[in-house]
């Protein structure tokens, strides 16, 4: 069975800092692995996924993660926060089939 | 172009009852699925419907249920809602069935039960 776990519920950065947001996965097969944003109020909006191929994925926003299967970590990064980035971050894991897992997400609050 | 609609926004229903939430996917999508979001958590995979069939069933009891129709827009019912029933229930749509296809999710309907 497929599992993600986002390490930290809450996290709180300045304007202007790095953002880490973590993301360990559990799978038997190879992973489809995805990070999702929430706004308040608001459905998922899809920030960058990786299926296969290059493990360093770009995604909108300025986003960035890297999938490490040695660490089975998807860390999610931004070099620059912007208070725009105030939000619920979801991690989530899909394989071949259908089912895609979510973690409990993270809250980012980020400071002036 | 339209993204995924839901309806109602918001639901608010007694314990016993019987609701009925609708999703209109992306047009051109065939792939319909519903999520559970309870407050402070992540969502969780209730159904996947493809090309009318059902293609995946999360860890919900038989009150839930759910149907796709010819124009691949889908319905949830829950029957005897409970209380713990209370959530945001999120549509997803994509152009194929597969777990590497990215999901668009609509706005989510949020049902309260008293």
């Known amino acids: 069975a497929q599992s993600v776990t986002q390490l930290g519920s809450h996290v709180s950065v300045s304007e202007g800092a790095l953002v880490l947001l973590r993301c360990n996965y559990s799978s038997s097969v190879p992973p489809y692995l995805f990070w999702y944003v929430q706004y308040p109020n608001q459905g998922l909006q899809l920030l960058l996924k990786y299926t296969t191929g290059a493990t360093l994925v770009k995604g909108i926003n300025g986003f960035e993660a890297e999938f490490k299967k040695s660490e089975t970590s998807f860390h999610l990064t931004k070099p620059s926060a912007h208070m725009s980035d105030a939000a619920e971050y979801f991690c989530a894991v899909s394989d071949s089939v259908n089912d895609m897992r979510f973690g409990a997400g993270t809250r980012l609050t980020v400071k002036p | 172009d339209a993204g995924v609609t839901q309806s109602p926004t918001h639901l608010i229903k007694t314990r016993g009852q019987h609701v009925t939430l609708r999703c209109s996917p992306i047009?051109?999508?065939?792939?319909v699925s519903w999520y559970q979001q309870v407050l402070g958590q992540g969502p969780q995979f209730i159904f996947q419907?493809?090309?009318?069939?059902?293609?995946g069933r999360g860890n919900f009891p038989d009150r839930f249920s759910a149907r796709q129709f010819p124009n691949y827009s889908s319905e949830l019912n829950v029957n005897a809602l409970l209380l713990g029933d209370s959530a945001l229930y999120l549509c997803a749509s994509s152009g194929q069935a597969g777990g590497y296809n990215e999901q668009f999710f609509g706005p989510g309907t949020r049902l309260t039960v008293l």
């Open positions: 419907y493809y090309e009318k069939e059902e293609r």
């Open positions: 047009s051109g999508h065939k792939s």
